[in-house]
């Protein structure tokens, strides 16, 4: 949204700058910035916009969920459950399964259609915004416009019944918002340019408030604020010090507490209070007497099992990754080249046989269960509503389908808290088939975030052993829902191989400090076994994408190596002040795009030692841009 | 406890390497380390040490925390009331007073003449730990004598009636260990030096144990893995990458979990489970009904009071920094430079004053209130329990006694808990008293942490506007425990000036998530209006100390100094291989001690740009050390 953005559209381009002392010296040569930073007025003002950007961030939040919740409410089959059960009969039954393709399907290509128009708007984000954060700029990726795409693909791609989450989505716009607000300007609004607040265009303050957006946009998600500044910590900043930390933090304490504070006002009427943390919400993990003394969730021989859990999750994840990595390069192949209509049709598919699979399963593959027995040992009523009877005889219910035919979060709900309702054979097939649809789904052009879809799949994992464990008698029905939670934990570790910021999001999304030991456990076991096999899904991305993301450990015998070692022969270099047609010319005739920058003094070439050029060879219009050496 | 602490006996020597790029230089020049360290097996013993560093810290705590209880509840006059309050009559009471003293006194000349003989055992330690994250190596800062003076010490401080918390003692005594038992060796026992376990003797792997044993100290002392880490990363670490963040966790996650393991244990007689999470706990903030909805501990219009309470607590806390300093610069001239005695002397005094006030206190100053009057709106028992009668006639309690009397911990709790029970007068006072003693005891030559005094203190004034605000009629008694707790954080920030960890630490150790806001924005504030007047008190003794810590930030206008203008004419100049001699010569002629190092290339001088070295000019014993160059 600034000068650099219009500059740079071709592929990527990278900050020249170096980590650490390159940032320093960056700002050493930018006097004026450096000077305005130093006065107290500026520090008020930014704080008083991160401020403003945890609160949009969560006002964007509460608008979504308010809208997400009526459109569903209103129109969707799902939620509308005597539409179809009602009808038994044959004919009417492939009805209501045309009814409802042609709900999801419809949802879908306003999702995809929206994607198309704005390709970065695809898939989680996350990869997007790391990259940021390591130091390139992916084109378009902090545009208001694909805010506007993201935030409503999301809408219709979650409504149209995709194996989707809402997660992702929710972090890229928190750091679109970071990266767009402090700059008081649009590219799509050319007129809002108010020239005479425009602080913060400095790489290095872009940099600080998209991070404090992503922070904020994990913290709005989850209601976990900590848990945001450690995600914006550990995946993104490349750059980072400790009064960014701080700003983080207020940044995400102010978007929970937004959205908090209005989910509570309109959500129970009663203004100034502040009941409903995050967007997610797992419930509350109890023990089966009410005094908590002497209450237990999990114990010391527990954590063997959890280890076992999470090196098969693990094993889980990067099967996914594997399998994803596999799909996303034949799509590459072709989907992406060919014509736009291709990759909305594909969209389509997806959307047509996620249906149809997941109806079929629940008709097909699901139990019917008595309600009557489950309904003694006090289980939270609210979970016990959104059982699906579907077919089944009045006070039963369809296991499989009170998996498939409610929101995600609710399905995890179920997981996480109701005891003894889901079949072995279920859960399992669950499992297998939500694996593979989930899979193929991530890398469609729809937005589409992966934390909800992993949390429901490990959940189903857990569960699974859960049951066994109790059907060999190891474990009591009473903590399924600690099993669940792990086995949640231990998949979507191994999938995206977060460690310490997804133990602090899930721990303050469950509001149960005691599930530390075993959720950290669990998903270091995950990264490292899912290490053994491949790399996490987010970089697997990134490393698709071809973006060159610097890493915060060098690779084994890159130490070694010396400049002369990767540099061509004769070298090629540019000046500080260069022509375009030369840099053209050397653009033309080399391979690489990587040049030293050579200062002439005492008559003698110097290299500047940690200041490299990046040049653009793949520019569609010929336009080349030489980044400002700081 | 390696070769560069016996090298470096002088006042403080300085790693001769920069921030961020001198680091990762100096790992290059070390290629037997470096090489190490990628290999498979290092890593994981650097898990294992990891964990064995958790371990230990938090086994360390256990001990103490068992010694401590028993030694209180056998010996101590203040756990046995029946001495005291059984003679009512005058003579006995000069007697009970002097039994008190003596007991008191005792303890404290134990505490004082174990830090006379280790003086670096003194204080909180944190100053120290801080700057030895920053590269400022403190001579015997990590030594097994002092750990054990320090933790022997800081038992019979808190023992001695002083107020002195334990928590500081404790972050030491984990970084001491995070410091020591990584590299199999002590200095005090020459004879356990296994060479071939010697791994992780460069400096960077020592800082990174030292940083995971800080944080473990942290975890181990408030049951805070999160906040442990934050700590870490806020106040002491310069050098920090990703994975150390999540090896602190994991070592922080051990410490309090052993702890919690052994101490559910022991006393529950119930092996296998986690109920006690750290040593101190603020008990569990309830609302009155136990639905948990439509509960509310805080509201939006709190918020204001809560902001203009920490700016109240800031100025509180910059008070109390400013009287420490003004003491801590009269007792280096009058008490450091005298013979040892006179600093037990000194800690004699203060004990046998802070004996005597609190106790003529709560027999001229307590107020009898009557217990019957609040046993009946559902208090929680065990606190009820420790209220001191104390001279008032039976079903009442002296509201003083009852502060003054109990553990600090203790006193919170009711402070946090207790309904109504204190009248305005004894807690203004009560807040003036303890201030002021606070503030003398800090300094003295004991061990002494800082931490759960000004928490006590900050409980009382929140205390304070808790009883105005319910006689204004703003706010009802159910959230006075809230008040109570913002106040102490108020207070505690506005000493230390720490703030998203401290936030984290207090979220964690009241486990409940949903004081984040408050808690962040008093602490905020608390800071701002703190450093309006003042630094935070652990950089003011770093300053005394003469340590030449490395701020996060430049201060103003030195980001346009040029090396010129800070060297002085002529150059004076080391040369990689020196003389000792020129180098005393040099130190004689010169008044500084930092030089820069100068090699020969093309027989011209260079000054290399990173690396200066430090000379030490204080040495008694005129050993003068040259630190390797990396």
Chains 1, 2 share one sequence.
């Not at 940099?207 to 914006?232: C, E, K, N, Q, T």
């Not at 909800?452 to 857990?462: I, R």
């Not at 490292?528 to 084994?556: C, R």
């Amino acid at each position: 949204m600034s000068e650099e953005d219009i500059q740079c559209d071709c592929s990527c381009c990278v900050w020249p700058q170096c980590r650490g002392v390159g940032d320093d010296r960056g700002g050493q040569s930018e006097p004026a910035t450096e000077e305005m930073n130093s006065t107290t007025k500026v520090e008020i003002i930014k704080w008083v916009v991160t401020f403003m950007i945890g609160f949009l961030t969560g006002m964007r939040k509460k608008n979504y969920k308010l809208k997400k919740t009526s459109l569903i409410n209103d129109y969707h089959p799902y939620t509308n459950p005597s539409a179809i059960s009602m009808c038994s009969k044959d004919g009417c039954l492939v009805l209501s399964l045309l009814i409802l393709l042609l709900f999801n399907v419809g949802f879908v290509v306003i999702a995809s259609c929206l994607v198309v128009t704005e390709p970065v708007a695809g898939g989680s984000g996350i990869p997007e915004i790391k990259c940021y954060l390591n130091g390139v700029k992916i084109p378009r990726v902090g545009r208001l416009m694909t805010l506007v795409s993201k935030a409503v693909g999301v809408l219709f791609s979650v409504a149209g019944g995709l194996f989707v989450g809402k997660e992702g989505p929710m972090i890229h716009s928190g750091a679109i918002i970071g990266a767009g607000f402090p700059q008081f300007q649009s590219i799509a609004f050319k007129k809002i340019n108010i020239k005479k607040y425009g602080f913060f265009r400095s790489d290095r303050d872009k940099r600080d408030f998209v991070s404090s957006g992503a922070a904020a946009g994990v913290a709005a998600a989850f209601g976990a604020p900590i848990g945001g500044v450690l995600f914006s910590l550990e995946e993104g900043c490349s750059f980072w010090n400790q009064k960014l930390t701080w700003r983080s933090f207020f940044c995400s304490m102010a978007a929970t507490y937004s959205l908090n504070f209005f989910l509570s006002g309109i959500n129970t009427a009663n203004w100034g209070y502040f009941y409903l943390p995050g967007l997610i919400n797992f419930g509350v993990f109890k023990c089966a007497n009410e005094s908590g003394i002497g209450c237990h969730l999990w114990n010391a021989l527990d954590l063997i099992v959890f280890i076992f859990m999470g090196l098969l999750g693990g094993v889980f994840g990067a099967l996914f990754n594997t399998v994803n990595l596999l799909l996303t390069k034949h799509r590459m192949k072709h989907v992406q080249k060919k014509h736009k209509a291709i990759r909305v049709l594909e969209a389509v598919l997806v959307a047509a046989v996620t249906t149809t699979v997941s109806f079929s399963a629940a008709m097909l593959l699901g139990e019917c269960r008595s309600m009557a027995s489950n309904q003694s040992n006090g289980s939270i009523p609210l979970v016990d509503e959104s059982v699906r009877t579907y077919f089944c005889p009045e006070n039963h219910y369809n296991d499989m389908a009170t998996l498939f035919f409610n929101s995600q979060e609710e399905a995890i709900k179920q997981l996480f808290h109701q005891e003894g309702k889901f079949s072995l054979a279920t859960l399992g097939l669950f499992f297998l088939l939500f694996f593979f649809l989930a899979c193929w789904t991530y890398g469609v052009h729809v937005p589409s975030g992966l934390f909800v879809p992993s949390l429901l799949c490990g959940a189903a994992y857990g569960r699974f052993v859960a049951t066994v464990l109790v059907q060999v008698g190891y474990a009591n029905h009473e903590n399924s829902g600690t099993f669940a939670l792990i086995g949640a934990a231990a998949f979507l570790g191994g999938v995206v191989r977060m460690t310490i910021s997804l133990t602090v999001i899930l721990i303050e999304s469950t509001n149960e400090i005691s599930y530390g030991l075993p959720l950290m456990l669990v998903l270091m076991v995950a990264k490292w076994s899912g290490d053994y096999f491949n790399e996490g899904l987010y970089d697997i991305h990134i490393k698709l994408k071809g973006v060159p993301l610097l890493e915060w450990e060098v690779h084994h015998g890159t130490e070694r190596l010396k400049a002369c070692d990767v540099m061509d022969k004769p070298e090629s270099y540019v000046y500080i002040v260069s022509r375009v047609s030369s840099v053209i010319r050397m653009l033309r005739t080399t391979a690489h795009n990587a040049f030293p920058v050579v200062s002439v003094a005492d008559g003698r070439n110097l290299i500047k030692g940690e200041f490299a050029i990046f040049l653009l060879s793949k520019c569609g219009n010929s336009s080349v841009t030489i980044p400002k050496i700081n």
